[in-house]
Every structure is written in C-alpha cells, then in structure tokens.
C-alpha cells in the first residue's frame, strides 16, 4: 500500500513565503513523475508544477518565477517552495505522484490548505 502525507500549508500574509512537503512511504519500487496541483473554492484542479525522475521542471504560467519544485529521491520527498505568495494562490494544494508498486500508479495526497491573505 502507498501513502502520500504532505505538510506544510497554513496562512501567510500577501508576499511571504511558504513550503509544502509531500512523502510517498509503502511498497514502492520507482517513482517517475512527481507534482504538485490546486484546487480554489469552485475552480477545477490544476497543475501547479511537476518534475520528472531526471529534474525536469514544469509549471504553470502563474507561478512561473515565484514558485520552485524539488525532489530528494532518497527520501521519496517532493517539495513546492512558494515565494511572493498572491491572495489568488489560495487554495487547497494536491501532491500528486506516478510510481512503481506492485505496477504503474498515480496517486494523490490528502491535500493540504494554503490561504494567503492579509
């Protein structure tokens, strides 16, 4: 069995700065992709940033300069360090990961709140 546990949000004021963790624990063989998405109050989930197994980085247009995602694959640990925080980054963050178990999955974290607000 897989587990995604992610830590990390909270409230922070206009400008500061936040970092989210997410650690997939359990039966795992590889990790291939790993991400991060978010979901605001009656918006669709979307991509926020995901790198891949080599480092390659992607991210959303929105937080493009402001936001860094970083993976240590000794510790199965994703990273989403967020700067210069935006009242319209409020939203509950999703980790998202493709690994290897018993065969390919992707799997999703229980989420974890970030408001940013004055």
């Known amino acids: 069995q897989v587990q995604l546990v992610e830590s990390g949000g909270g409230l922070v004021q206009p400008g500061g700065s936040l970092r989210l963790s997410c650690a997939a624990s359990g039966n795992i063989f590889s990790i291939v992709n790993m991400g991060w998405y978010r979901q605001a109050p009656g918006k669709q989930r979307e991509l926020v940033a995901f790198?891949?197994?080599?480092?390659?980085?992607k991210y959303a247009d929105s937080v493009k300069g402001r936001f860094t995602i970083t993976r240590d694959n000794a510790r199965n640990t994703v990273y989403l360090q967020m700067n210069s925080l935006k009242p319209e980054d409020t939203a509950v963050y999703y980790c998202?990961?493709?690994?290897?178990?018993?065969?390919?999955?992707?799997?999703w974290g229980q989420g974890t709140q970030v408001t940013v607000s004055s």
């Open positions: 790198i891949t197994s080599s480092g390659s980085t």
């Open positions: 998202n990961v493709d690994l290897v178990s018993r065969g390919l999955g992707n799997y």
